[in-house]
């Protein structure tokens, strides 16, 4: 695996073999800064981009992926931090940083993770693309020829949709979109009027590639690309006719993203939600991003437009938004160099057009993505849309894609006449503007639309099916760790349970009534729900643990998650863990609990994996003194996953099913020691050890072998 440095700077105070075993539960150097951890994640990813096991273009995807990771961390992350400090909430976290504090630790990290990220591109990806004949080229690399065509290029493609802004008391600074490609132009002279002219800004045209295709007629090999900023950099003084260009700059600017409506004074959350999009790509400001070459009177000038300061300016050495390489990879027919397809599997006694309801009276099925087909649930759906003793059909939608197969079923088994309730959550962030226009398409076709809950977002993963029977009526349900999303399900693993078991259909249907209905809810039998008995349930379970543990009983916990920052939670493992408790931790991303502390959390180990497919399952396992709990659910063991979402825990109880669980969820990503790190007390990750075994064992290749037909 390539070697890319630590992320994340940790003042010494704060490393956990300094931490006393005495020192009490609270004590905020057994907490690892949330923010810090998820930048440390992005640097995990980003260790994907020099690791030559990897195939080169997704390595290259790997580097994209980082950016649009940063992206988002400061769309959120960074902008909540500066709404607390601006609000006047400086009350510190577990951890004990302070926001103004986290914001400086964040800013030393990142100015290290965008050193890094340009690095591996200029050090590590363009001579190892170079030498497989792929190129993007800078001006400075172009010849004659190229540089003809390119400027052929931008008069008959670029020029007639670019509209070059003059700065002057009539022509104020415009308002720029987040994220949105510009360039400050510096020029010298008089314009048409007589009027001097000193800066102009010029704005990538967001309909047009941002990657360009030179024809191979005019290069060495099939795959030189040149990037849209650069050319309108290399053309700008096409423009400006009759004066001087001096400079051309790319900058960029990130805002806030959170969308601010008062859900308790609206009446309409969606045309509230409508109206708060148009504005989103011009809130707050919450980075700039520069060239290196960019002057400092002309960046000065920018941050003051957006109204922020030196820290929030992060320079590059390179193209600004290198996310747009990857626009690239679509274009290069060059199979060898991406990952092998490969068909995901549907079992055997699933294959063609089985009776669904008849298997799931007989048997629990548990779909694990994407090495099992998500096609099992669309022709679930399909056949309940069909079926005329099918009654009534009701669903979650957090995310689902533009073109969904389960949103046509939905309407169609509307259409059918089947009494369909879909609770869309209109506010999934980023897809708030697609959830509302499926929504509006859902009741246009008779769907009864529930928009979740005030104040909090629906993320629980259900599908419920009613159904009359000869004497009977039955329900049968899904119950998912990921989206009603096909497309991610190809590209991340999270785990299906199909049933028709009594008490968890009853429990579903409970819930789906409190959805609608804002009823209270007593005596769910099976399932853990939040924001009411999750996080409770959880806490008494490890607890559990902890007392057999003591007792002489057999006691352990395994979880896969993709965060772990909720301190009640993490406060719970360290007494477990004092107890002898052995706890394995796979966690994707955020992991605030420091491992291996002596006389805290020595019985605790934490693990990563990050690979081809996001690692997206959140399972629980409490062995319950050798009457083992298996649960899987929606929620992450974060703050707003287990008191501020609506979310579902479900058993797993088919024997079947459990072993699938401890070896494909547990012990094969557990015996990994190609795509793993382990976290260490220090909060840092280290690839996983060999334990001396210079096998090659990587889980998610072995567990495309494994699971068949």
């Known amino acids: 695996m390539g070697e890319v440095a630590s992320i994340s700077r940790r003042d010494g105070a704060r490393q956990g073999p300094d931490i006393p075993g005495t020192v009490g539960l609270r004590d905020p150097r057994l907490y690892i800064n949330r923010e810090l951890s998820q930048l440390e994640f992005i640097g995990r990813v980003l260790r994907q981009a020099v690791d030559e096991q990897v195939p080169l273009l997704e390595r290259l995807r790997f580097l994209c992926i980082t950016c649009l990771l940063v992206d988002e961390f400061f769309e959120v992350r960074v902008a909540s931090l500066k709404q607390r400090i601006q609000h006047g909430a400086a009350r510190p976290e577990a951890d004990g940083m302070t926001p103004s504090g986290t914001l400086q630790a964040i800013r030393d990290a990142v100015l290290h993770l965008v050193a890094e990220q340009y690095r591996v ?143 308790d004074e609206i009446e309409n959350l969606a045309s509230a939600l409508e109206g708060e999009l148009a504005e989103r790509g011009f809130a707050a400001a919450v980075r700039l991003e520069t060239t290196t070459t960019c002057p400092p009177p002309i960046e000065k000038f920018l941050a003051s437009q957006f109204g922020l300061q030196p820290d929030d300016i992060y320079h590059y050495s390179g193209p600004v938004n290198l996310n747009r390489l990857s626009e690239a990879i679509t274009l290069i027919d060059r199979p060898d160099l991406k990952y092998p397809v490969f068909e995901p599997v549907i079992r055997s006694y699933l294959a063609g057009e089985p009776d669904w309801f008849d298997v799931l009276r007989r048997r629990d099925i548990m779909l694990h993505h994407p090495y099992e087909s998500f096609q099992p649930v669309i022709d679930l759906l399909r056949q309940a849309s069909r079926d005329p003793q099918v009654l009534a059909i009701s669903q979650t939608l957090y995310r689902t894609g533009i073109d969904s197969q389960i949103v046509n079923l939905l309407v169609d088994a509307a259409r059918n006449g089947k009494d369909v309730t879909v609770v869309v959550e209109i506010r999934a962030r980023f897809d708030e503007e697609a959830n509302i226009s499926l929504a509006t398409r859902l009741q246009r076709a008779g769907v009864q639309v529930v928009y979740g809950v005030v104040g909090r977002k629906t993320h629980a993963k259900m599908l419920m099916i009613v159904r009359r029977e000869t004497r009977q009526i039955r329900k049968y349900v899904h119950l998912g760790t990921g989206n009603y999303h096909s497309g991610t399900a190809t590209l991340y693993t999270d785990i299906g349970l199909l049933t028709s078991d009594p008490e968890i259909t009853e429990d579903v249907s409970l819930v789906f009534r409190q959805l609608s209905g804002r009823g209270r809810l007593y005596g769910l039998k099976r399932l853990m729900h939040s924001p009411f008995t999750l996080h409770k349930q959880l806490i008494e379970k490890i607890k559990r643990e902890e007392k057999n543990a003591r007792e002489g009983l057999p006691a352990g916990i395994d979880v896969k998650l993709n965060a772990l920052t909720e301190p009640k939670i993490i406060k719970a493992l360290y007494s477990a863990s004092r107890a002898g408790v052995p706890i394995r931790l796979l966690v994707r991303g955020m992991c605030c609990l420091r491992p291996g502390v002596p006389g805290v959390s020595e019985t605790i180990e934490v693990r990563s994996v990050i690979g081809r497919f996001l690692e997206h399952a959140r399972i629980y396992r409490f062995e319950n ?85």
């Open 625 to 709: 003194a050798g009457d083992a709990e298996y649960w899987g659910s929606s929620a992450d063991w974060m703050e707003r996953n287990l008191v501020q979402r609506v979310e579902v825990a479900f058993p797993i109880d088919d024997p079947a099913l459990r072993e699938r669980i401890d070896e494909e969820i547990f012990n094969i990503p557990w015996r990994d020691n190609m795509i793993g790190w382990c976290l260490g007390a220090d909060g840092t990750y280290r690839p996983n050890p060999s334990s001396g075994d210079v096998k090659a064992k990587h889980p998610q290749q072995r567990l495309l072998k494994v699971i068949k037909p």
């Open 121 to 263: 591109l200029d050090e590590v990806l363009v001579p190892a693309l170079a030498a497989e004949e792929i190129r993007f080229l800078a001006p400075g690399d172009w010849t004659g020829r190229q540089r003809d065509w390119l400027h052929k290029h931008f008069r008959d493609e670029l020029m007639p949709v670019l509209s070059p802004l003059g700065l002057d008391p009539v022509h104020p600074f415009p308002r720029i979109l987040s994220k949105s490609l510009n360039c400050a132009v510096e020029l010298r002279g008089k314009d048409a009027f007589g009027r001097d002219a000193s800066m102009a800004l010029v704005r990538a045209p967001r309909s047009l590639p941002r990657v360009i295709h030179i024809p191979a007629s005019h290069t060495r090999g099939a795959h030189d690309f040149v990037l849209l900023g650069a050319v309108l950099q290399a053309f700008a003084a096409d423009l400006f006719p009759g004066m001087e260009v001096l400079g051309s700059h790319q900058f960029r600017v990130t805002r806030n993203s959170e969308l601010l409506v008062d859900e």
